[in-house]
């Protein structure tokens, strides 16, 4: 299994709802990313997680909440977004947080819009 | 001044011709180069990194680094229609960050 899978595809939610992204990977990878993407922007860096571990939150809002609960899986909890907000929400993996050598494994991403 | 540059295009070329994509960087710590392909509404796809100066081939696919000048290039030979996408350049310092140049959009047609 060379692939990290996210679900869901498509989340349209509203500014007072509460909602989960979710991401899975089963190759052994040991360090796990949150990126944010609008249109025709690269990703941008939100969280690093290290052998589950936060390492690093790049000063994203607390209605954005990341959680590991094991090493293969990685949640993103989202809490009074603003459309602002609304983006491609992208997953990655890597073996460890060294390997970024050699890049990471995206998923194909949350398409998120929040009304 | 950015981290990394890249000419957002789009590049548009017919099928046959060789392609050639550019991002140049400031940061002289950056060690580690990629190059993904991001086809519209999907998640960003590894083609190829490397981390010395010179050239590494893959298929149709060259990647070449060039420290000294801070300039990396993807060439893509004998380009094809199911090549049209956006490229991204990126690249570390040996950090847990990947910083990505903003991409190039490339279309081939037949």
């Known amino acids: 299994d060379t692939e990290v899978t996210q679900t869901p595809k498509h989340l349209v939610m509203g500014m007072t709802n509460k909602k989960s992204l979710k991401c899975e990977q089963h190759m052994g990878h040991r360090a796990m990313y949150w990126y944010k993407q609008k249109a025709k922007k690269p990703p941008e860096l939100m969280f690093v997680y290290s052998y589950e571990k936060l390492s690093i939150n790049e000063s994203v809002p607390s209605r954005f909440s990341p959680e590991c609960p094991n090493s293969s899986l990685l949640n993103l909890h989202l809490h009074a977004l603003q459309p602002e907000d609304s983006a491609l929400y992208l997953c990655?993996?890597?073996?460890?947080?060294?390997?970024?050598?050699?890049?990471?494994?995206f998923g194909s991403g949350t398409r998120l819009t929040v009304v | 001044q950015k981290e990394v540059e890249q000419d957002p295009g789009p590049l548009s070329v017919p099928e046959g011709a060789i392609v050639s994509l550019n991002c140049t960087y400031s940061n002289s710590a950056f060690q580690y180069f990629m190059w993904y392909r991001q086809y519209s509404r999907k998640g960003p796809e590894l083609l190829m990194y490397t981390y010395s100066s010179g050239n590494k081939e893959d298929g149709r696919f060259t990647a070449q680094v060039d420290k000294s000048s801070k300039y990396i290039s993807l060439f893509i030979r004998d380009s094809q229609p199911s090549d049209s996408a956006t490229y991204l350049c990126a690249m570390s310092d040996d950090t847990d960050k990947l910083i990505f140049g903003t991409g190039t959009r490339l279309q081939v047609f037949p």
């Open positions: 990655a993996s890597s073996q460890a947080t060294r390997a970024v050598r050699q890049g990471y494994t």
